[in-house]
């Protein structure tokens, strides 16, 4: 489905990289793990970073309640970025240089998500994390819950931007003698490594990690 672009989502800049569908807006925060929250208070503008996931037409966050930035995002408006790097784009002159990337800017303002669907947040986020994961964890406790507060904002103002393919050199340029391409960079999961005092067998989840099953 596609968004009407707001005056705050509208790409002005290489506006044919623009997406504003949700599908597109979907798969980039599902490739993500971490995502960066701007917003400002008394002392200044930040930018921090946290975990996130996405639950049907929202994104989801959670900290401590005595959080500055849980607390500030209940209160005024934000910004939410993620930004995943596919390539760096080699062209034959040095302002023609660019990279492939998928990003997307998510603008509101959070709200909270109350009692049992803040456990079913927390719940969902685990398997996000590593699907199975949840069922052999110690569930969360009462106090740990109580101690969290979740929050989650509507990704219904939201644009995407992504750059793919080689590079784009001026007619001019073209003869001259550099290599131009592109190198394509990846994000790549690592053999796991066991805790020193874990002494169980690593779950099919855990073995199948490298793999990217």
């Known amino acids: 489905m596609n968004q009407a672009p707001t005056d705050r ?6 506006a044919n990289n623009a997406h504003y569908d949700s599908a597109t807006l979907h798969a980039i925060i599902d490739d993500a793990y971490l995502c960066h929250i701007a917003f400002s208070e008394g002392k200044g503008a930040h930018c921090i970073p946290t975990a996130c996931w996405r639950e049907h037409d929202h994104l989801y966050i959670h900290g401590s309640n005595g ?3 849980v607390k500030r995002l209940l209160e005024s ?3 939410v970025t ?3 790097l596919d390539g760096l784009v080699l062209a034959r ?3 023609s240089h660019s990279m492939n990337y998928r990003s997307a800017m998510v603008y509101g303002r959070f709200e909270k998500v109350e009692d049992a669907g803040a456990r079913q947040a927390m719940e969902a986020f685990m398997e996000r994390i590593v699907p199975g994961r949840q069922a052999d964890v110690r569930p969360g406790s009462d106090k740990e819950y109580a101690a969290t507060t979740v929050l989650r904002i509507s990704l219904a103002e939201a644009a995407c931007k992504v750059r793919s393919g080689g590079p784009k050199d001026d007619e001019e340029d073209l003869s001259w003698p550099a290599w131009a391409g592109v190198l394509p960079w990846t994000r790549t999961a690592l053999a796991p490594e066991p805790a020193p005092d874990c002494g169980i067998e690593a779950p099919v989840y855990v073995r199948d990690w490298q793999r990217g099953a």
């Open 9 to 14: 989502t509208r790409i002005r800049r290489v």
């Open 82 to 84: 993620i930004t995943h």
């Open 93 to 95: 002159s040095a302002f």
């Open 67 to 69: 959080s500055r930035m």
């Open 77 to 79: 408006e934000c910004c």
